[in-house]
């Protein structure tokens, strides 16, 4: 059996406390979890509960205080460079153009000119962009900023994709047609991903799993829900079947009371 793309065993993030200097903060401590090569795993939980700090601790950018990670089997030292980071902020660089901030890590790879051109003209028209390549990122709309950024995303070929709710900021409209153009790229592909978002709609009509977290402090996984809705999906019309609105009701039972402790938390420290 192949080792899972990413493995995280026994994590543990403590920082210094930005409210009370000299205290310290535990954001995750005992977390297990595991994306298997070619799975889609969403991690939902309460706002501040370590979401983006684990995903931060599978792309390289932030060592655990305690416990192991793994990916595809081997001990991560430094930046994981198996994996592309798809940001919840704004990615690209206003002084390029589309095409080149595609390109941009193509060339940084050492690529030559004429086949990272290539290269990133094919991924721009994959997601829908292939005339808009001289455009500059205030030229563009919040959804095509987007599709830009999966576009250099994927353009560099990772084997894992990490997203910190890279679709929060859309509209509606906008966010349906961001999930499904992921999923086709996903399906085509079958690259690890693992994606945190807020939204439990979202992680439903996407993943493959779905694992939730606690409310902070010391967050660290209280479910995990297999998602057996039959693939291919559209996000929009899967959310009206029986088994999704199953597995909708059997998750927020899990989720309600860490949301709500969540809140009370933010209340508190807005006060």
């Not at 390289?60 to 030292?77: Q, T």
């Not at 721009?124 to 995303?153: E, I």
Request: glycine share 8%; aromatic share 6%.
């Amino acid at each position: 059996m192949s080792a899972p793309a990413i493995e995280l065993k026994g994590i543990a993030c403590t920082f210094v406390s930005k409210d009370q200097p000299g205290q310290r903060y535990t954001a995750v401590s005992d977390v297990d979890l595991t994306v298997g090569a070619g799975e889609f795993v969403s991690v939902v939980g309460p706002t501040g509960c370590g979401k983006s700090t684990l995903l931060n601790v599978a792309a390289g950018l932030l060592s655990p205080s305690k416990g192991s990670v793994k990916i595809f089997g081997e001990p991560l030292a430094g930046i994981n460079s198996r994996a592309g980071y798809m940001f919840q902020a704004e990615s690209l660089m206003p002084w390029r153009t589309a095409l080149d901030n595609v390109m941009a890590g193509l060339q940084f790879r050492g690529v030559p000119e004429r086949e990272a051109r290539t290269q990133a003209e094919d991924w721009l028209r994959r997601v829908g962009l292939g005339g808009f390549g001289d455009r500059y990122p205030h030229q563009m709309s919040g959804g095509m900023r987007k599709r830009a950024s999966l576009a250099q995303t994927l353009v560099m070929d990772p084997d894992i994709i990490l997203m910190d709710e890279p679709f929060s900021a859309l509209d509606i409209q906008t966010r349906q047609l961001m999930e499904n153009e992921v999923l086709d790229l996903w399906q085509s592909k079958k690259k690890a991903v693992l994606f945190i978002t807020h939204d439990l709609d979202e992680a439903i009509a996407m993943s493959d799993r779905v694992v939730i977290l606690s409310a902070g402090p010391a967050s660290h996984p209280i479910g995990e829900f297999t998602i057996d809705i039959e693939r291919p999906r559209d996000v929009a019309e899967v959310k009206t079947t029986p088994r999704f609105l199953e597995l909708h009701a059997a998750i927020w039972g899990v989720l309600r009371e860490e949301v709500l402790k969540g809140y009370q938390q933010q209340l508190q420290k807005a006060a």
